[in-house]
């Protein structure tokens, strides 16, 4: 069994920043790239950021430069720095993983249960 568990989220004022950690545990053979997306109220969900295990990352347009996402191999876990934030970042924020489990030949998507940011004054 794979687990994906997200804390961090809460209420924030306009302007503030949170950070947002997810660890994966497990039966965990290999994790592979490792993301975070987020799904407002009435939206799709929407890709915000990926990691992969060299280090290499990618940013949805509408967060460079207020998102930073991390990762720490060893712990199995990805962090989002989230700076900036306006009410148009209130989402659940999902993490995710590409895992090889222990005896097993390929990897799966593997989704956190997510945790609410709400920006707001």
């Known amino acids: 069994q794979v687990q994906l568990v997200e804390v961090g989220g809460g209420l924030v004022q306009p302007g503030g920043s949170l950070r947002l950690s997810c660890t994966a545990s497990g039966n965990i053979f290999s994790i592979y790239i490792m993301g975070w997306s987020r799904q407002a109220p009435g939206k799709q969900r929407e890709l915000v950021a990926t990691?992969?295990?060299?280090?290499?990352?990618n940013y949805a347009d509408s967060v460079k430069g207020r998102f930073t996402i991390y990762r720490d191999n060893v712990k199995k876990t990805v962090d989002l720095q989230i700076d900036s934030l306006t009410p148009e970042d209130t989402a659940v924020y999902y993490c995710?993983?590409?895992?090889?489990?222990?005896?097993?030949?390929?990897?799966?998507?593997?989704w956190g249960q997510g945790t609410q940011v709400t920006v707001s004054s």
């Open positions: 990691i992969t295990s060299g280090g290499n990352t």
């Open positions: 995710n993983a590409d895992i090889k489990r222990i005896g097993e030949s390929l990897p799966q998507s593997y």
